[in-house]
């Protein structure tokens, strides 16, 4: 709500304020921070970009349920491959690998995608058409570029240092 009731300028400084320390179960987590002390090397951790699921969304869920071990070289039906999928997040989550058998067959995952499109989410509004009220806003990665202002990137800066040139958003810090 306060963010709605600030100019937009000012509502950008005060959500990056608020980045700078989020108060998260009683611990202070400063996630632009852990994002750039991340150690990006690790083989079994699947990293992707939200720009990269953004622009490539059917091969992105392909690669997240691959690399998940549910992506099913046989075809179910969708309740059996519900199930299935249920069964390896629960054994997931309880710290146990999943063993099973592969659990979605991909047509019905690339389904899945295609039936939840931006443009089907925005009711027919095309990706890059803004709707500020929607929570499906534009449907573009990238368009913070449009909104900061000289103050923001100096602001940005100065409590973030080059976490923009670490994650390889921009090639140095003169954005």
């Not at 990006?40 to 690669?63: F, K, M, T």
Request: a negative charge; charged letters at 25%; glycine letters at 8%.
């Amino acid at each position: 709500m306060r963010l709605q009731s600030l100019p937009p300028d000012e509502g950008l400084l005060a959500d990056m304020e608020f980045c700078k320390t989020l108060p998260t179960n009683g611990f202070a987590v400063q996630p632009l921070a852990s994002m750039a002390a991340w150690d990006y090397g690790h083989a079994d951790i699947l990293e992707l970009r939200y720009e990269d699921v953004i622009v490539r969304p059917y091969e992105s869920l392909l690669q997240i349920f691959s690399h998940l071990g549910a992506l099913a070289d046989q075809e179910f039906g969708f309740f059996e491959a519900a199930r299935h999928l249920r069964r390896v997040f629960v054994a997931r989550g309880l710290g146990r690998r999943w063993t099973g058998p592969a659990q979605v067959p991909s047509w019905n995952l690339l389904a899945t995608v295609y039936d939840n499109r931006f443009d089907k989410q925005a009711q027919g509004r095309a990706l890059g058409v803004e709707d500020r009220q929607s929570h499906y806003r534009k449907g573009v990665a990238g368009d913070w570029r449009n909104h900061f202002r000289p103050v923001h990137k100096e602001y940005f800066k100065e409590n973030f240092g080059d976490i923009v040139v670490c994650l390889g958003y921009e090639e140095t810090n003169d954005w």
